[in-house]
């Protein structure tokens, strides 16, 4: 089973500056990486996928790097709707797919 | 619009049994795999479960196999869930959700809005 950890636990950034997050897989995953962001009480929400292409609809502040074991969520200049708990999914080697266990974005 | 509406959690006892249903409307339900995602409360996304599109393909998480089942009816545009011998740690909330942007892409591009599920005596 892939193991994917991301960093950090939690990140603290004021609205309009920019958010790197951080994704690693215990192995290669190719581009098979994606990225949801959720808010309380909400449904997980596609961002990305394949590493770097945006899902429909998804603003182009959002964008997604790496390759292999490391990956990149950056969010260009936060808005407020952006503060939510982030996930990152690897369906390369699947069963089972496997989630990292999020970053939360929160308001500094 | 794409919509799925889970419904079936609610409060059981250890050892106990429920069926989850996740209705699917807006889109060819029979074209697209369907999984099933936990949430236990205060936690990260866990994988449950995995159908093709016309059940040929079934896959489950170590820690619910042998006691879940997964489900389709094309004919109703509905996922099942059938859970049994269910245990403290299967408490979460459980979504369904689809796999979009071509064939078993493992992109989780639509999910519902979740159903809870309590296992407690």
């Known amino acids: 089973e892939i193991v994917m950890t991301q960093s950090p636990a939690t990140l603290s950034v004021s609205p309009g500056e920019r958010a790197t997050l951080s994704c690693r897989a215990s192995q290669s995953v190719s581009s098979n990486l994606a990225w949801y962001h959720q808010k309380p009480g909400q449904a997980p929400r596609l961002l990305i996928y394949?590493?770097?292409t945006r899902a429909t609809g998804i603003p182009a502040r959002f964008s997604g790097s790496g390759s292999g074991t490391e990956f990149t969520l950056t969010i260009s200049s936060l808005q407020s709707e952006d503060f939510a708990v982030y996930y990152c999914?690897?369906?390369?080697?699947?069963?089972?797919?496997?989630f990292g266990q999020g970053t939360k974005l929160e308001i500094k | 619009e794409v919509q799925l509406v889970e419904s079936g959690g609610g409060l059981v006892q250890p050892g106990g049994s429920l069926r989850l249903s996740c209705a699917a409307s807006?889109?060819?339900?029979?074209?697209?795999?369907m999984n099933w995602v936990r949430q236990a409360p205060g936690k990260g996304l866990e994988w449950v479960s995995y159908?093709?599109?016309?059940?040929?393909?079934?896959y489950y998480a170590d820690s619910v196999k042998g006691r879940f089942t997964i489900s389709r009816d094309n004919a109703k545009n509905s996922l099942y869930l059938q859970m049994n011998s269910l245990r403290d740690d299967d408490t979460a909330v459980y979504y369904c959700?689809?796999?979009?942007?071509?064939?078993?892409?493992?992109?989780?591009?639509?999910w519902g809005q979740g159903t809870l599920v309590t296992v407690s005596s």
């Open positions: 159908i093709s599109s016309g059940s040929s393909t079934i």
């Open positions: 807006g889109f060819t339900f029979s074209s697209y795999s």
């Open positions: 999914q690897q369906y390369n080697n699947w069963p089972p797919y496997t």
């Open positions: 959700a689809r796999e979009g942007y071509g064939g078993n892409s493992g992109i989780f591009d639509y």
């Open positions: 394949g590493a770097s």
